[in-house]
T-cell receptor, first 115, second 115 residues
Framework: AQKVTQAQTEISVVEKEDVTLDCVYETRDTTYYLFWYKQPPSGELVFLIRRNSFDEQNEISGRYSWNFQKSTSSFNFTITASQVVDSAVYFCALSEATRDDKIIFGKGTRLHILP | GAVVSQHPSWVICKSGTSVKIECRSLDFQATTMFWYRQFPKQSLMLMATSNEGSKATYEQGVEKDKFLINHASLTLSTLTVTSAHPEDSSFYIC???????????FGPGTRLTVL
């Protein structure tokens, strides 16, 4: 079955702290994509990253980093030195080539960065 | 990057009326478009997949006679909510891609409120 689990419903941290958002996925496909999206209060989805199943290299983009581990079916997202503007809902998602690239979203983690 | 627009960005209508939402790819050909629905404080749920020139494929539990999808051109898909009721009030988001495996680009969403 295709499934994405974000166990953390809501997280609050003080500004400048590091925070990691967890994502665990399930799939039977060998070819799939994993995503992270940010949804600020405006509602518009902001694309953060897409990673294919054959590329397990970790990625860093500024204060953002992602850790992809196929052995544990996890694709965790870390924000370093968090800022108030990082406050949003973050969705982890999965798509499978055999399912016409339909994107299945996790339930999201609401992140509050406190000043 | 590629841009997907939605119109209107928000709409309020009376119960029993029909509402049409447009999704346009502005600078690329969208062979496939996806429609999602997001209820308050919930995740995005895929409603249907539409391929240009073909009938849409609906996800389980989505009434195809209530949510009419038309994808008559490579840059435009429309979702019509027929005989809308208050429980149809939601945030509707489309995404579009060209070929299988390509990145999907999301529209900014349409907030529908049915009185």
């Amino acid at each position: 079955a295709q499934k994405v689990t974000q166990a953390q419903t809501e997280i609050s941290v003080v500004e400048k702290e590091d925070v990691t958002l967890d994502c665990v996925y399930e799939t039977r496909d060998t070819t799939y994509y994993l995503f992270w999206y940010k949804q600020p209060p405006s509602g518009e989805l902001v694309f953060l990253i897409r990673r294919n199943s054959f590329d397990e290299q970790n990625e860093i983009s500024g204060r953002y980093s992602w850790n992809f581990q196929k052995s544990t079916s996890s694709f965790n997202f870390t924000i370093t030195a968090s800022q108030v503007v990082d406050s949003a809902v973050y969705f982890c998602a999965l798509s499978e080539a055999t399912r016409d690239d339909k994107i299945i979203f996790g339930k999201g983690t609401r992140l509050h960065i406190l000043p | 990057g590629a841009v997907v627009s939605q119109h209107p960005s928000w709409v309020i209508c009376k119960s029993g009326t029909s509402v049409k939402i447009e999704c346009r790819s502005l600078d690329f050909q969208a062979t496939t478009m996806f429609w999602y629905r997001q209820f308050p404080k919930q995740s995005l749920m895929l409603m249907a997949t539409s391929n240009e020139g073909s009938k849409a494929t609906y996800e389980q539990g989505v009434e195809k006679d209530k949510f009419l999808i038309n994808h008559a051109s490579l840059t435009l898909s429309t979702l019509t909510v027929t005989s809308a009721h208050p429980e149809d009030s939601s945030f509707y988001i489309c995404s579009a891609r060209d070929a299988p495996g390509d990145t999907q680009y999301f529209g900014p969403g349409t907030r529908l409120t049915v009185l």
